[in-house]
């Protein structure tokens, strides 16, 4: 029996805890896992790109356990009433090859991102940032704004969408939060409004395209630049000028996959960036001064969902009660006798038990 973890799993899992300190908890795991970067395998994701989205794969192995995950972005399927990404994983044991957790993705990755953004905010953006623009108000929009009140301190929000209604949804969702009380949230006309006096600017928009949303003129000295919407071939959100402002420095998360997925597939190859696991390792901050301009270049990399997974499987363990399992791989008396130990008796009935 594989541990299993679906949407009603994942929704119980974050209210036992709360979602401000499970992002927290998630943020402590991925920056754990990049302390061990030499570790893992590394590899770009495996995309299938259409007209109207992408599906990808997302593979990676520490040695001991290992996981994928598979995940779409498709930014047409609002109109038709679906979900622009919804996503599966498994953590599996590399000395059996078994598979030790069947989990939902979809809620999950929106956990990971937010917590991977507030978490390269942490080493990039100055300390006493307290203001933070909001581009992009959609469905990964209330995670990073919970992420960054939580890792962050940030205590005045400054929203902007193109679509007044996911504004709408996002300030009603955020004021029904008891741990956001202290948040002043402010809606603004204009993507240059919002960036206003913004010590962080995120960026989270859906488009599958190279948008320009942020303008070199929106960007002042001092800020962080936290760009998650691009993040696969032709869909950026920065105007190239602002990467190649002589006071800014670009973090990416793996370096051979930014450079085709990031904002930097904007730039020639031998443009310099610094890979997020170097910061880490280095233990100090990524910004040399409190002028210079951070710009995190996020795609999302395998192995936070091996972290999100990992740690998935790690709360399953320490909350057994209600725990559910699911039979993906048969149990035989005889390993050798696959057709007679599945096919030849009985049909098996398809089981999905809960573990007390």
């Known amino acids: 029996m594989v541990d299993y973890i679906g949407i009603a799993d994942i929704q119980r899992l974050v209210q036992q805890i709360g979602p401000g300190t499970f992002i927290e908890r998630l943020a402590t795991e991925i920056e754990s896992d990049y302390r061990r970067w030499a570790q893992f395998e ?64 979809t809620v999950t990755t929106a956990l990971r991102t937010a917590a991977m953004s507030a978490l390269a905010a942490k080493w990039m953006a100055r300390p006493d940032s307290r203001v933070m623009a909001l581009i992009g108000n959609g469905a990964q929009s209330d995670f990073q704004a919970i992420a960054f009140h939580r890792i962050m301190g940030i205590r005045e929000l400054r929203l902007y969408d193109v679509d007044p209604q996911a504004t709408a949804k996002l300030e009603r969702n955020l004021r029904a939060l008891p741990e956001l009380a202290d948040l002043a949230i402010i809606r603004c006309a204009s993507t240059g409004e919002a960036a206003m006096g913004a010590d962080i600017i995120t960026t989270v928009t859906a488009d599958k395209r190279n948008a320009v949303i942020l303008e070199p003129a929106m960007i002042r000295p001092g800020v962080h630049i936290n760009g998650v919407g691009g993040d696969c071939p032709g869909k950026t959100e920065l105007h190239r000028d602002i990467l190649l402002r002589p006071d800014a420095r670009v973090i990416v998360e793996y370096e051979p996959q930014s450079r085709v997925e990031g904002e930097i597939q904007q730039l020639p190859a031998d443009f310099p960036v610094t890979e997020f ?74 089981k999905l038990r809960r573990v007390a």
């Open 42 to 105: 590394k590899s770009a994701r495996l995309a299938s790109h259409s007209d109207v989205g992408v599906i990808e794969l997302m593979p990676t192995s520490d040695g001991q356990l290992y996981s994928f995950k598979y995940v779409n972005g498709h930014p047409k399927n609002t109109s038709e009433g679906l979900l622009t990404v919804t996503a599966f994983g498994v953590l599996a044991d590399v000395d059996t090859g078994y598979p030790v957790l069947l989990s939902e993705l």
């Open 277 to 350: 696991a170097d910061i880490v390792a280095s233990g100090h901050s990524a910004r040399t001064s409190g002028a210079q301009v951070t710009i995190f270049d996020s795609v999302g990399f395998a192995l936070e969902d091996f972290s999100a997974l990992r740690f998935l499987h790690l709360l399953l363990n320490e909350q057994r009660e209600g725990a559910r399992q699911i039979d993906l791989v048969p149990r035989l008396d005889d390993p050798k006798d696959l057709f007679g130990g599945v096919l030849g008796g009985t049909p098996a009935r398809a």
